[in-house]
């Protein structure tokens, strides 16, 4: 809880709301890339709705309706 001495400084000067701290550097490993986007596009890292989407967006390029030739 803030002290007395506290409150008093922020009635009376008021309360900045800056820039937060720097965020440290990401570890490159964690780096978003396109072959996992399209691995989990492809429901490649096993998650069961990821799956179930990339078949669904197979069946879907696979109609004659979505094909390019037609």
């Known amino acids: 809880m803030a002290?007395?001495?506290?409150?008093q400084y922020a009635i009376m000067n008021g309360i900045s709301f800056g820039k937060g701290r720097s965020e440290?550097?990401?570890d490159p490993t964690k780096v978003k890339t396109k072959a996992r986007k399209k691995a989990y596009q492809t429901g490649a890292h096993k998650s069961g709705a990821a799956k179930h989407k990339a078949e669904i967006r197979q069946r879907v390029k696979s109609r004659a309706s979505q094909r390019k030739g037609r």
């Open 24 to 26: 440290q550097k990401e």
């Open 3 to 7: 002290t007395d001495q506290e409150i």
